[in-house]
């Protein structure tokens, strides 16, 4: 088909995001955050039951397994404990045995405590600015994975911060969590999916990049080759409908650098996009792109009907 978005889209009303979706989202993020906060906790209850150890707060300096303990409800990061010295750590913890343990009292196990909580919420909060990005990549990652193992085809994976690609396991739960990369065949033709890979030709980050070749071919000279890429798209996971237009305006220009560099090498792979929040004028803008063959597909990340045509498609470029 000429137009791959009329399997699943009937107008610019098929993209937007409805209600349901964004509070299933919202919840989400929800269950995500206090998933990722469970080992800190942990770490609190464990510095806890080590700090009940001393008696007084300069008693703390003694016990060995909470220095780093210390150090972070002292409110250094973990980055920036790498750049300190010790002279310079011991300062740190004292000044917070100083100014805030010892004002508290007998309570300076709690106050210890709750610093500690505090300065490691700072560090969850960073990870949750991308967490959106994770899970959206998790889900379309499920939906090829699926779509494949359903069609009885085979497909390789390469796991994040590794260079060795190895076959998909029968059991393979969770495995969206872990991978960079995913190769099958087309037919008889190789295609390998790279997330988060800088192009050359744009000279920027393009969230997927479709290549007609195995991975054992995949390298920067491939990277290089424009001729190389079949299709590229941008992924994004944002539920906040505040946070949409940005996004899109991120995409949108993303996409048309994409579209401008390949021009101009007379080359002109298909492009996508796919998002959670998309408002109605974002759907608008969205749905005339892809009339005018400036995008050749798109989709809306909250629904499983349009993910799974968007897979099949992918998978059959």
């Not at 071919?217 to 424009?226: C, L, R």
């Not at 400036?294 to 989709?299: P, S």
């Amino acid at each position: 088909m000429n137009k791959p978005y009329l399997q699943h889209l009937k107008s610019s009303k098929s993209l937007e995001t409805t209600y349901e979706a964004i509070r299933a989202g919202f919840v989400a993020l929800a269950l995500e955050k206090n998933r990722r906060a469970t080992p800190f906790v942990e770490q609190a209850r464990a510095l806890k039951a080590f700090a009940s150890r001393a008696k007084t707060p300069l008693d703390l300096m003694a016990i060995e397994e909470i220095q780093p303990g210390l150090l972070t409800a002292a409110g250094v990061s973990d980055k920036a404990t790498n750049h300190l010295q010790d002279s310079d750590k011991r300062e740190a913890i004292l000044g917070l045995i100083r100014n805030f343990l010892e004002p508290a009292g007998a309570s300076f196990v709690e106050e210890l405590v709750f610093r500690f909580l505090l300065t490691r919420g700072d560090t969850l909060g960073g990870s949750m600015r991308n967490v959106g990005g994770f899970m959206a990549q998790c889900k379309l990652t499920r939906s090829l994975i699926s779509h494949l193992k359903l069609a009885g085809r085979s497909s390789r994976w390469l796991r994040s911060g590794a260079t060795e690609w190895t076959a998909m396991p029968e059991e393979d739960a969770d495995i969206e969590k872990q991978l960079r990369g995913l190769s099958w065949n087309a037919g008889e033709n190789p295609r390998t999916l790279i997330y988060n890979l800088t192009v050359p030709l744009v000279r920027n980050n393009v969230d997927m990049c479709l290549f007609n070749c195995g991975p054992e071919m995949v390298s920067k000279e491939i990277y290089k080759s424009g001729p190389s890429y079949i299709a590229l798209g941008e992924l994004k996971g944002g539920i906040d409908p505040a946070g949409a237009d940005e996004h899109w305006k991120t995409a949108g220009t993303a996409l048309r650098r994409i579209h401008t560099a390949f021009a101009k090498a007379r080359l002109k792979p298909k492009t996508f996009f796919i998002g959670a929040a998309i408002e109605a004028k974002m759907a608008s803008e969205i749905w005339s792109m892809l009339q005018a063959g400036e995008l050749d597909n798109a989709a809306n990340l909250t629904e499983d009907g349009q993910i799974a045509s968007i897979s099949h498609w992918l998978c059959t470029l």
